[in-house]
């Protein structure tokens, strides 16, 4: 992401009292370290030279090695002024001057790695988001039917592999699937591919889970530094995951594969269904809504998912078909994310896009659906309305925290309002008409405003043993 934002002062004003001024002089704010905690890397140019070198960098940053945010903080004279037919320094080509290029593992590595994965018995690939970023999801499923190790991923790696593949075993974590949980305890090898292993990820270093003195760890990533940053490794593997993985797919020797791998895992994604799946109940299961979104789901279709109980219902609840279909909110796990992410992944793939959110979040960033109008854009967000910040409310305990409960918001009104389609579904039967309606009109955003049972305590019924096992609710 390469944002472009501006100090709307001239320079010869900055010390004259704060009007729009963020340069951090007195009275003012100070954009460039607001910026900081966000981005990569931001720039502030004062001249036209220095903008369009700021901007070629921006992207370059942006792209290279583990990818993320920059910015470029523009001023009235660095795009006012004229532009020096000779700069100097000079100014290149933008595309020679924003190329990157991939790195991979040393050889003495990869052979390492390759011995680790043949000799063991039980191995498993525990995919990252790093996968999603590196386009590696060919490359994972060489690796995975080279070595017949089932796959695992971390909530962002949620869609770096066919969850309907046969050796797909689900997602790890404190709030992920118990059967992926477990197989990734039981590996003899435990190969990770971009995931840094965050403590949601580890089920808060539970002690019984991965354990680096019974298990080997074999740990790829883009950065040195989180290559055995969380737990010791026995190998290391540096670079771009495409390029690791094609390393290792192309380096495994043949031989009979065991069955072992593929048994496991379909064990492991029993994991996805439960009987909460199939209820007819009113209000709605949200187990339900998932497998209701679900059956309108294909290989092409992108789901995003806000932060809350919703986005832990739909990892455990939703079998993606495809690959680089999911995405969730991470890192701080902001609220709001699912329906603006929904609408650029409409606008930037072309694609049919369901965004999922409770109503806390829906109303956060309910706004965005204008720019899907205004774009004819097919996007189909479904509401799991609770009429609550469900997942504070359910963790809060016997206390009261202010703000929780709301008032019962007709979203199917403000949908409208904004010029898109609204849907109420009370039952479930009016949520599969609803989704069938929506899905099948391609040039304009539906909101489904559905009902769900506000009493299905996702915490209860989706901890790991091994969360529990430390004592939970680390949130």
Avoid at 21 to 29: E, F, M, P, T, V
Avoid at 205 to 211: E, G, H, N, T, Y
Avoid at 323 to 344: D, E, I, K, L, Q
Avoid at 367 to 390: F, P
Wanted: proline content about 5%.
């Amino acid at each position: 992401m390469v944002v472009l934002t501006e100090a709307s002062e001239r320079g010869e004003y900055s010390t004259l009292g704060p009007y729009q001024q963020s340069r951090g002089d007195y009275g003012g704010i100070d954009l460039a370290s607001i910026l900081s905690a966000y981005t990569k890397e931001q720039w502030s140019p004062r001249t036209p030279t220095e903008t369009v070198r700021s901007l070629q960098l921006a992207f370059k940053h942006a792209t290279a090695g583990r990818p993320g945010p920059t910015a470029v903080v523009l001023d009235g004279d660095g795009v006012g002024e004229e532009m020096p037919a000779d700069p100097v320094p000079p100014v290149w080509d933008a595309d020679e001057q924003v190329r990157n290029w991939s790195s991979r593992p040393v050889e003495g590595d990869l052979d390492a790695a390759v011995g680790a994965l043949a000799g063991a018995d039980r191995p498993v690939v525990l995919a990252g988001n790093g996968v999603h970023a590196s386009g590696a999801h060919d490359q994972l499923r060489a690796v995975a039917e080279a070595y017949g190790a089932p796959v695992v991923t971390s909530y962002l790696g949620k869609s770096t592999f066919p969850e309907t593949h046969d050796l797909a075993a689900g997602v790890i974590g404190s709030f992920g699937h118990e059967g992926a949980n477990q197989v990734t305890s039981e590996a003899d090898l435990l190969l990770v591919v971009g995931c840094r292993l965050n403590p949601m990820d580890t089920n808060w270093q539970a002690p019984s889970f991965i354990r680096p003195d019974e298990q080997t760890l074999v740990h790829a990533d883009i950065d040195s530094r989180n290559a055995g940053w969380v737990y010791p490794a026995d190998v290391g593997l540096v670079g771009d995951a495409a390029e690791t993985l094609s390393a290792l797919a192309v380096r495994a020797p043949d031989s009979d594969e065991s069955q072992w791998g593929r048994e496991r895992a379909a064990r492991a994604r029993n994991s996805f269904r439960v009987p909460a799946c199939e209820s007819d109940s009113v209000p709605v299961k949200p187990q339900r809504a998932v497998a209701e979104i679900e059956r309108v789901v294909d290989e092409e279709t992108v789901v995003t998912a806000d932060s809350g109980n919703n986005r832990f219902w739909l990892l455990n609840y939703l079998q993606t078909p495809g690959v680089r279909t999911y995405f969730g909110s991470g890192g701080v796990g902001a609220m709001g994310w699912a329906v603006p992410a929904g609408v650029a992944a409409a606008l930037v793939t072309g694609r049919e896009t369901i965004a999922v959110a409770g109503d806390g979040g829906f109303a956060m960033t309910m706004t965005s659906l204008e720019t899907a109008v205004e774009r004819n854009l097919g996007v189909t967000v479904v509401v799991l309305n609770d009429t609550s910040l469900g997942m504070v409310r359910e963790m809060q305990g016997n206390g009261e925290i202010a703000g929780v409960e709301f008032h019962d918001t007709d979203y199917v009104q403000v949908a409208e309002g904004l010029g898109a389609v609204g849907h109420r579904a009370r039952t479930p039967d009016e949520l599969a008409d609803a989704l069938e309606t929506a899905t099948g009109e391609t040039g304009r955003p539906h909101v489904v405003d559905t009902r769900i049972d506000r009493d299905e305590e996702m915490a209860d019924q989706l901890q790991s043993s091994f969360y529990a096992s430390v004592g939970g609710l680390h949130e």
